[in-house]
């Protein structure tokens, strides 16, 4: 099987996973590169950061994801801040955004939220005003099916990871048509 820039990159995103956090997230080549755009799946693969429950589970539930995985996936917002030219929101979600840890739940579990008064999209602050959520994290908190998940989460960092890792090799996983004998990594 020829190796392909997608497989480099779902393996690196493995690996650097690995490095990070000493985790297992298992992983096949498989995947293919494809020419040209019209082989590439249309913009709202992932959940639109302005909405609530219903379109993150919309989205995540096509492609075969419970609320358990859902909320697993959300919560790799522990890594990263939104910078406004990308996406129009602004900050970190956590105080820690190059560390791979269940903070992002605890922030969102234990801060109280208000709506950030700027002249961006909606988003929510923290009394500080350096962290941040989007509407579709605040919806993981409002939703009792979500949330249970949410809490389970913030008070415990093995669930999260764990659940995490099996979630990511599903994601990179999807539509690969893998051959029985398919080793994995």
């Known amino acids: 099987m020829p190796h392909t820039l997608v497989m480099m990159f779902g393996a690196m995103s493995c690996c650097a996973d690995a490095v990070h956090s000493g985790r297992h997230i298992p992983w096949r080549p498989g995947r293919a590169d494809k020419d040209d755009a019209t082989s590439c799946p249309p913009d709202g693969r992932l959940p639109d950061a302005s909405k609530d429950a219903k379109h993150v589970r919309d989205i995540f539930g096509r492609m075969g994801f419970d609320d358990r995985e859902m909320v697993a996936l959300v919560g790799a ?79 415990d960092a093995d669930a999260f990871s764990q659940d995490f890792a099996a979630a990511f090799s599903k994601l990179l996983e999807l539509g690969v048509p893998f051959s029985p004998a398919a080793p994995t990594t």
């Open 77 to 155: 917002h522990c890594l990263g801040r939104c910078h406004t030219e990308r996406s129009g929101y602004k900050g970190p979600w956590t105080n820690a955004p190059t560390t791979f840890s269940n903070l992002y739940f605890q922030e969102l579990v234990n801060n109280k939220w208000r709506k950030k008064r700027w002249d961006g999209p909606l988003q929510y602050e923290d009394k500080s005003g350096e962290l941040m959520m989007l509407p579709a994290d605040m919806a993981l908190l409002w939703d009792k099916k979500f949330k249970q998940y949410v809490d389970l989460y913030a008070k």
